[in-house]
């Protein structure tokens, strides 16, 4: 039951940002695609994968600024190599709020400085900042992400990665 309250939790944002959504009948480590559209009501090019994880005991780090997930590494190397943008949430279900990752820069923000994430080991822990609320603005949020992952793949570049 806590899993499809987290389903429902990002679906109801996703739904009231005006955008549609796909739910993933077979979980191979995305759950949910999402479908945005333009002014005019038009189907944008491209969509937005989300993995959804769901706790009743959220582990909270550092002062309460970020949150632990584990996830397994092969997951990560799956999502890293995405076209699209794919956006892990935790969703807390004594709360029910949910907090999201943009995994794609997260895990180029870690090779950055040198960590490396995706090393020799099953699982690892990500930390998710606590300001990164699941909400409608946070849904407008990923469809411009998704827009510059459209716009590198039409040419350009993606700004945020």
Known sequence: MLADLSINHVERQ?????????????????????????DRGEVE????????????????????????????????????D????????????????????????????????GEDILADQDRVTVRIPMTNRLDRKAVERFRQIRNQHVAFMQGGSVHER
């Open 14 to 38: 996703i739904l009231l940002r005006g955008f549609a959504l796909n739910r993933l009948d077979t979980d191979y480590g995305i759950d949910l695609l999402m479908l945005t559209y333009n």
């Open 45 to 80: 090019n491209g969509h937005v994968l989300f993995q959804v994880k769901a706790t009743d005991s959220l582990q909270v780090l550092h002062q309460a600024t970020s949150i632990a997930c584990r996830v397994e590494v092969a997951d990560l190397k799956s999502w890293q």
């Open 82 to 113: 995405e076209w699209l943008p794919v956006i892990l949430v935790v969703y807390d279900g004594q709360r029910n709020k949910a907090y999201w990752l943009y995994v794609q820069k997260y895990v180029e923000e870690k090779n950055v400085s």
